[in-house]
T-cell receptor
């Protein structure tokens, strides 16, 4: 099994550009989420989804959109990139929110906005 | 290299010694807790979890202790090895929600 696959691994954007970070999982997990990781701030939840067609906001949703048209895919869209969105982004999935084993994380996307 | 750990508290231990990493959680209504390990350039990896109806749970070389009175959770690693060097995060989930809240992390350095 591939687990959670994120693409791209690295990306540089200019301020104002838009892009989509891809996330796919092959474990038939219902729950998927996006986090950003910044120095000294741990992981902060951006958006999450409890199943296909259902999404909700996390702690830091501004500037990001998500959709969940299938169980497998959960893309994160940056609408108009800003330098404050420079970060490492992680996608994660789990069978259910309280399932033993917690999340399976992807390997991350390092985004730089210049 | 990975820049997310630049300002983290660091615990340095000798190889073979036991390590104890501590975490204070924020919400007394949290009912599920997880410890993750993150190596440089990789995503966090599950180590061990514990539910709020337990005080202690043991895995292979790792033990998690939960003290609900003071809202504190600790991770004990026995016979620490060089491969244990990483950043360790605790995460809590509040009952009735779908959200995990992560701590800021502790860097563990294993000295040869």
């Amino acid at each position: 099994n591939a687990g959670v696959t994120q693409t791209p691994k690295f990306q540089v954007l200019k301020t104002g550009q838009s892009m989509t970070l891809q996330c796919a999982q092959d474990m038939n997990h219902e729950y998927m989420s996006w986090y950003r990781q910044d120095p000294g701030m741990g992981l902060r939840l951006i958006h999450y989804s409890v199943g296909a067609g259902i999404t909700d906001q996390g702690e830091v949703p501004n500037g990001y959109n998500v959709s969940r048209s299938t169980t497998e895919d959960f893309p994160l869209r940056l609408l108009s990139a800003a330098p404050s969105q420079t970060s490492v982004y992680f996608c994660a999935s789990s069978y259910s929110t309280g399932a033993s084993g917690g999340y399976t994380f992807g390997s991350g996307t390092r985004l730089t906005v210049v | 290299g990975e820049s997310v750990g630049l300002h983290l508290p660091t615990l340095s231990v000798q190889e073979g010694d036991n390590s104890i990493i501590n975490c204070a959680y924020s919400n007394s209504a949290s009912d599920y807790f997880i410890w993750y390990k993150q190596e440089s350039g990789k995503g966090p990896q599950f180590i061990i979890d514990i539910r709020s109806n337990m005080d202690k749970r043991q895995g292979q070389r790792v033990t998690v202790l939960l003290n609900k009175t003071v809202k504190h959770i600790s991770l004990q690693i026995a016979a620490t090895q060089p491969g244990d060097s990483a950043v360790y995060f605790c995460a809590e989930k509040t009952s009735g929600t779908y959200k995990y809240i992560f701590g800021t992390g502790t860097r563990l350095k294993v000295l040869a």
